[in-house]
Nanobody, 119 residues
Framework: QVQLVESGGGLAQAGGSLRLSCAASGDTFASYAMGWFRQAPGKEREFVAAISSGRSTYYADSVKGRFTISRDNLKNTVYLQMNSLKPEDTAVYYC?????????????WGQGTQVTVSS
């Protein structure tokens, strides 16, 4: 069982920045595939970004060039740096993990953190 705890959400103005953090449990974090997803009111959850154990990164087209995913294996933490925020980025952001390293499928999810971007 992997525990994921997100932090760093909040309110930002359009054009501003926020950094989300996700702390994961486990002794083999370096081998985890990690991802960020989001769900806006009335919409389905969607993929935002992912990072493999080898630090390959993947982004949704809607955030490419604005968001950066990274990981610190010593701290068992994955980050999502969000720049040039837009009102349409408003959503609950979820951290996800696959300890088996398959980046296409996430097995564990955090509780979510709210991000609100005002215009």
């Amino acid at each position: 069982q992997v525990q994921l705890v997100e932090s760093g959400g909040g309110l930002a103005q359009a054009g501003g920045s926020l950094r989300l953090s996700c702390a994961a449990s486990g002794d083999t974090f370096a081998s985890y595939a990690m991802g960020w997803f989001r769900q806006a009111p009335g919409k389905e959850r969607e993929f935002v970004a992912a990072i493999s154990s080898g630090r390959s990164t993947y982004y949704a087209d809607s955030v490419k060039g604005r968001f950066t995913i990274s990981r610190d294996n010593l701290k068992n933490t994955v980050y999502l740096q969000m720049n040039s925020l837009k009102p349409e980025d408003t959503a609950v952001y979820y951290c996800a993990a696959n300890p088996e390293g398959n980046i296409a499928t996430m097995h564990y999810w955090g509780q979510g953190t709210q991000v609100t971007v005002s215009s």
